[in-house]
């Protein structure tokens, strides 16, 4: 009997030993990845885990294809590590035939990192199929709608949304404010006209090029968040009165230049703690510009 309940011990033991295994080796992909985004306003991953995730719940996806959809959505521009800071700024169709070639292969460059690990498996197939369109004129195969794996159909959606409204137009400091007022409607204005050209883009591409249902579901979301947003100001707060919920209004980074809090990212108990450990640390300050 108590060899029994010492090898169940020892099993249980070892599960909970590998699942801090992978969620570690994600985080360190997870920086990795971010180390790619310094031509950003916020974290791209970040808000894609985020957004993907609220699209997969409203669709009907659930537990494991959530989480695999998650996990596909902060690790989808994996394969960009390596890539020179002239092409990461570029926009797809800013680049030269060699700088698109380059680029074209990035999702089977993440695919390829990732495939030594079979519970992997349906997260690569998202990475390797976020750039192919329904009509197949994506890449990098040019698969049409049956081929393409449903959860590289929401990664692709909210990828081109997120590109087209937080992608910088110019390369400024990683460190300057984003959003230097004391209210949201400067955010909201200025990114309207653009807000409303990725949307109608998508929107007139959706069936075609895009799932259906995503670029609704993505629309829907938005908008709403961008209403209600609206009704928002942003405060500095010191970080022990932070509540879940509120979300951080600038990027902030460590000494080193990593992003540690991103625009647009909404707080947690867990992100909370963090960020006053940080604090704690010297590698932030004590207080933080947040919406609430």
Do not use: W
Not at 109 to 138: Q, R, V, W
Not at 144 to 156: C, E, N, P, V
Request: glycine share 6%.
């Amino acid at each position: 009997m108590e060899t029994d309940k010492s090898q169940d011990e020892l099993i249980e033991m070892l599960s909970d030993q590998l699942a801090e295994q992978f969620i570690s080796n994600l985080d360190i992909m997870n920086r990795i990845v971010l180390m790619t985004e310094k031509f950003y306003d916020g974290s791209h991953s970040r808000f894609l885990t985020e957004k993907c995730e609220k699209i997969g719940t409203e669709l009907g996806l659930k537990d494991e294809s959530l989480t695999e959809l998650r996990i596909a959505a902060s690790l989808h521009d994996l394969g960009k590590v390596g890539f020179s800071d002239t092409l990461l700024f570029k926009n797809a169709n800013e680049m030269d035939l060699s700088e698109f070639k380059l680029y074209s292969k990035h999702p089977e460059i993440a695919a390829t990192i990732l495939s030594p690990n079979p519970h992997y498996k349906e997260i690569s197939k998202m990475i390797l199929h976020h750039h192919e369109k329904l009509d197949g004129t994506g890449f990098p195969f040019h698969f049409t709608s049956d081929k393409i794996h449903y959860g590289a159909k929401i990664i692709s959606v909210v990828n081109i949304y997120h590109n087209a409204l937080f992608k910088r137009k110019t390369i400024t400091s990683k460190n300057k404010q984003s959003i230097p007022t004391t209210n949201t409607v400067t955010f909201l204005e200025s990114t309207k006209e653009t807000f409303n050209s990725v949307m109608n883009f998508l929107y007139s591409k959706r069936g075609t090029q895009f799932e259906k249902k995503v670029v609704e579901a993505l629309v829907e979301i938005e908008t709403a968040e961008r209403r209600a947003l609206g009704e928002k100001t942003i405060l500095r707060l010191p970080v022990n009165r932070l509540e879940p919920g509120m979300r951080i209004a600038e990027d902030y980074y460590n000494g080193v230049g990593m992003l540690i809090a991103a625009r647009g990212e909404t707080l947690n108990s867990k992100s909370i703690s963090a960020l006053i450990r940080f604090v704690e640390n010297g590698e932030l300050p004590m207080k933080v510009l947040v919406i609430d």
